[in-house]
């Protein structure tokens, strides 16, 4: 029994680690999809954290279940092999182009809270994640399981911090409101479908490999539920800062603001949770590119490396902002065709 739920809570960090890179570690991703639309932003966290649970299950207990090794065979069965040749190219660029984000996040983590110039940043991140992918599959089960609990716990303490300072009933209406409108309703279902469909990349390797549904079933409902917390309680902290939009890295702000003592033990743990989603992405891709070119790893992830780190020299915030919101509209048809298909979590 211990077992299962050890390897449960194995899957739900990954799960977590994968879905949580730049953007939502930053709090730049949480406001472009929640916060902005204040109030309506709380309601879309709950749309969304549902979606994580009950489609994230599906995900992997389906992977299971037909025994795909990668996201390229689930999407066959989903779509059909001939729609599914050009929805996988189009994930494989998403999946470039959001890996790119978030080398790009990890530049910014070193220019702006650190001083140093992003390269510095962005090199280090693909030096590190190289170091992790040469231990495969462990190597993700042990940075996520030591990173996301970290995570989970800062989200919780931030919370509590910034919300002792402006009051429950503001941070949770959302006092900087900017928009509303068709935005405020898409948002939860393009962002939940966004994030499942990259997702895809690590939890479809993964629930082959563990086999056991029921195991896969609890990590990915745990996992669905920590990312609402997360999310819930970094919504609120970032209502109540002023002008949030403005900041490339607004968890940061607000932790220097709230508790200064713990400001430097944050930024470790932002970049931490970045380069998990980093290695969660290059670890899918290396994955992925295999299946299309029969090359060594080593010159697989060379060729990933080049290609994100140009792509991220772009400044973080407009990448973000531009590419995230389009992919989320691209991913809503993924999301239809996982919630139609029929599945049995106990079988």
Same mark, same amino acid.
Request: glycine share 10%; charged share 10%.
């Given at each position: ?19 949580? !890179?730049?953007?939502?570690?930053? =709090?730049?991703?949480? +406001? ?47 779509? =059909? ?16 182009? +959001? ?25 280090? @991140? ?19 399981? #030591? ?26 209406? =959302? ?10 309703? +898409? ?24 086999? $056991? ?10 996992? !669905?539920? #920590? ?17 949030? $939009?403005?900041?490339?890295?607004? @968890? ?44 060594? $790893? ?50």
């Amino acid at each position: 029994m211990f077992a299962r739920w050890s390897g449960a809570f194995q899957i739900a960090a990954v799960y977590v680690g994968t879905i949580v !890179g730049a953007g939502f570690a930053t =709090g730049r991703e949480i +406001v472009e999809f929640f916060t902005r639309f204040g109030f309506s932003g709380f309601i879309g966290i709950l749309i969304a954290g549902y979606l994580f649970i009950v489609i994230g299950a599906k995900i992997m207990v389906l992977s299971a279940k037909i025994g795909a090794d990668s996201y390229e065979i689930l999407n066959n069965y989903l779509f =059909g092999e001939r729609i599914a040749r050009y929805i996988n190219i189009i994930f494989l660029v998403m999946l470039l182009g +959001v890996t790119s984000v978030m080398i790009s996040g990890a530049g910014a983590v070193f220019e702006e809270q650190l001083g140093l110039p992003r390269n510095v940043g962005t090199l280090l @991140t693909i030096f590190l994640a190289a170091a992790v992918l040469m231990a495969g599959i462990k190597g993700l089960f042990a940075v996520n399981s #030591f990173v996301v609990p970290i995570m989970i716990l800062f989200s919780i303490i931030l919370c509590v911090l910034t919300v002792n300072g402006a009051g429950f009933h503001n941070a949770l209406l =959302g006092s900087n409101v900017h928009e509303a409108g068709w935005r405020a309703m +898409v948002s939860p279902f393009s962002y939940a479908a966004f994030n499942l469909a990259l997702a895809q990349v690590v939890l479809v390797p993964i629930a082959n490999e563990v086999k $056991d549904k029921r195991m896969i079933y609890r990590g990915a409902v745990l996992g !669905g539920v #920590f990312l609402t917390v997360i999310l819930l309680t970094s919504h609120i902290s970032l209502s109540t800062l002023t002008d949030v $939009d403005q900041y490339s890295i607004p @968890t940061a702000e607000l932790m220097k603001n709230a508790a200064s003592s713990l400001y430097w033990i944050f930024i470790f743990v932002i970049y931490g949770e970045i380069f998990t989603s980093v290695i969660g992405n290059l670890f899918g891709l290396g994955r992925q590119i295999q299946t299309y070119v029969k090359l060594p $790893d080593p010159v697989i992830f060379i060729g990933i490396f080049l290609v994100t780190y140009f792509i991220s020299i772009v400044e973080y915030g407009k990448l973000l902002s531009y590419l995230y919101p389009l992919f989320g509209y691209i991913s809503l048809i993924f999301l239809a065709l996982v919630w139609r298909k029929n599945w049995n979590h106990e079988g």
